[in-house]
C-alpha cells in the first residue's frame, strides 16, 4: 500500500507532508544548486576575468600612445634646438636620442604597466564551488526534505485502539503472566524433587545454568506475578515481549491482523515509508505501578522511566487504561536541555509514534497502574534475511535522512564496541576487517555527533494530534474498510514478530542476534 493512498486522510486535521511532491521540489532544488555551483559560476567568474583583462589591456594600450605622443613632441623641440645651437656637442644628441629610446622600449616593455589585480587561480576557483555545492546541498536536505524538517523531531498521536479492544490487550498481558509464574512453580516442584534423588554437590556448568535459571524464576516470582523486570539492562521495565513470554499464537494473529490493518497504513503515512520496511525489533506490554505506601522498593514496583532514546528508529506507545494518576511521556529538546511537551493521553488506544532519537522519558505514575504496549520499530532498507532484496525504501527516507543514518551509524558503533560483528551466513565468510578499524569507529562516532546535531538544530521539536477525538470510530472503521479491500500481498507488509531481536549492521546484514533471541530460538521458529 503506497503511503499516498493512506484511507485515513479525510479524518486528519493536520496537513502531513505530501512527500511525493515535497521531493520533486528537493530534486529541483538540488539540480539548480548543481548547475549554480559547477556550470553558472565558473562561466560568469571566467567572463569577469576576461572583461577585467581586456579593461586592463585597453588601460595599457592608452598609456602606450600617450607615450609615443609625448615623445614625438619631445623629439621636434629638441630639432629645433638644434637648428638655433648647431655648435652644440654631437654627442649631446646622441646621448638625448639613447635616452628617448630607451624611455619608449621601457614603456613597449611593460616596465611601466598600470597595477593589475592579482588574478583568482583555478583551483581557487574550483574550492569555492565545491564548498558551495555541499554548503547548499546540506540546507536543501535539512531544509526541504520533510524527512529532516518534518518528522525527525516531532511526535505524533492518533488512535489505534477501542477501548475494548485495549482491555482485551490488557487480558492477554495478564493470561502470559499467569503463565509464566505457573511455570516457575512448576519448576521450583522439579527441582525439590531433583534435590530428594540427586547427589548435588558437583559443581558443573549444569548447576550454574540452573542457579541462573533459578533466580530468573524467583524474580517472576515477586509481585507483579509473571511479568519480566530485567530484561532491559540499561533502561528496565517491568514487561512482557509479545513473542519470547507465553502470549498465544491467536494473541499475536489478533494484534498483527489490526497492526497492518492500522499501524502500518498510520505510520507509512507519516513517516514516508513502504510498510514492508517497517520490521518490530522488541515490541512489549509495559506496566507503570505507583509503589505502595510501605514499600518503596522500585525493582518491585516501577512507577516511572528515566530520559533515554531508544535503540531503533521509530518508536511507539498505546496507552492501554486509563485507571492512574500521573505518567505520560516528556519528551526533550536536547540542544537546549528543556523538555518540549509532557503528552498525556487520557483515552485508551490512543498511539503515540516518534523518532527513537527524541529524549523522553516516562513520568512519575502516582497513583494505580498504567499499561502501555510499546514497539521499537526498525525501518529496513534491505531484507536482512535476504540483504540482496529491497524494501522498497527510498534514498530520500534512507540516506537522505539525518535520522535514519544516525540510527545506523549508532548501530553499527556499539556492535563493534561489543566486539558483535563477526562473520555469519548472511553476509558471507570473508569479514570486512576494515571496518572494525580504530578510524572508522571514530569516523563512525563523528558522523552520529553531527548527524544529531543537524536535527536537533533544524527539526521541529512538537507535538501533532492527527485526529479529533469524535472522529475516532469513523477513523478506525475507514482504516479497516481500506485493509479489507486491499489484496493480501505479505511481501509487502510490515514485519511485527519474526524480525525481533536482531542487531544489524550498516549494510542492513544481521551482524549477531539478541540475547533473547538465541535463548528462545524455539519460539521464532514456531511462528
Known sequence: MSFQDFGGEAWLQVALPDFGSEIQTVTLLLIGNTIFWVFFLPVLTGILDYEEEEANNDKLKDGQGTTSSTNGKQQEKKAKTRTRRPSRDKAA?????????????????????????????????????????????????????????????????????????????????????????????????????????????????????????????????????????????????????????????QDRAWLGQRFHARLAPLLSRIFGIPPRSIRANDMFVVRYDAPPDDNDDETVHRAYLANHTDDSDISFNILLNDEFEGGGTRFWDRLHQQPFALVQPTEPGTVLTHSALINHEGATVTKGTRMILVGFLSVDKVDPFHPDQSTGLSFWASWGSGSWLTTKFK?????????????????????????????????????????????????????????????????????????????????????????????????????????????????????
Not at 536543501?140 to 529532516?148: A, E, G, T
Not at 558437583?202 to 515477586?222: A, G, H, R, T
Request: proline letters at 4%.
Open 93 to 249: 644628441n646622441g646621448a638625448a636620442k639613447i635616452s628617448t629610446t630607451t624611455d619608449g622600449d621601457n614603456h613597449l616593455n611593460g616596465k611601466k604597466k598600470p597595477k593589475v589585480a592579482d588574478e583568482v587561480p583555478p583551483t581557487t576557483t574550483a574550492a569555492h564551488s565545491v564548498t558551495g555545492l555541499l554548503i547548499g546541498t546540506m540546507a536543501i536536505f535539512l531544509l526541504w526534505s520533510p524527512y529532516n524538517y518534518y518528522t525527525s523531531r516531532r511526535v505524533f498521536m492518533a488512535p489505534l485502539f477501542t477501548r475494548e479492544e485495549c482491555q482485551h490487550v490488557i487480558q492477554m498481558a495478564h493470561n502470559a503472566a499467569q503463565k509464566n509464574y505457573d511455570r516457575t512453580l512448576e519448576a521450583d516442584q522439579a527441582r525439590e524433587f531433583a534435590d530428594t534423588i540427586y547427589d548435588n554437590d558437583d559443581d558443573s556448568d549444569d548447576d550454574n545454568d540452573d542457579y541462573e535459571e533459578f533466580q530468573k524464576d524467583k524474580i517472576l516470582q515477586l509481585e507483579p506475578r509473571g511479568w519480566q523486570k530485567t530484561r532491559h539492562a540499561s533502561y528496565p521495565t517491568t514487561d512482557l515481549n509479545l513473542v519470547t513470554d507465553p502470549f498465544t499464537g
Open 411 to 527: 548501530q553499527a558503533h556499539m556492535i563493534r564496541k561489543r566486539g558483535s560483528s563477526v562473520p555469519s551466513p548472511e553476509r558471507g565468510n570473508q569479514q570486512k576487517q576494515w571496518t572494525n578499524s580504530v578510524y572508522v569507529r571514530r569516523l563512525i562516532l563523528d558522523l552520529i555527533g553531527f548527524f544529531q546535531v543537524m536535527g536537533d538544530a533544524f527539526g521541529t521539536h512538537a507535538v501533532e494530534d492527527l485526529v479529533l477525538r469524535k472522529d475516532t470510530q469513523p477513523f478506525l472503521e475507514t482504516l479497516d474498510r481500506a485493509a479489507e479491500q486491499q489484496p493480501l500481498d505479505v511481501e509487502k507488509q510490515a514485519v511485527w514478530w519474526y524480525g525481533q531481536g536482531l542487531h544489524l549492521d550498516v549494510d542492513g546484514s544481521i551482524a549477531t542476534e539478541w540475547k533473547a533471541r538465541k535463548e528462545n530460538k524455539q519460539a521464532f521458529e514456531e511462528l
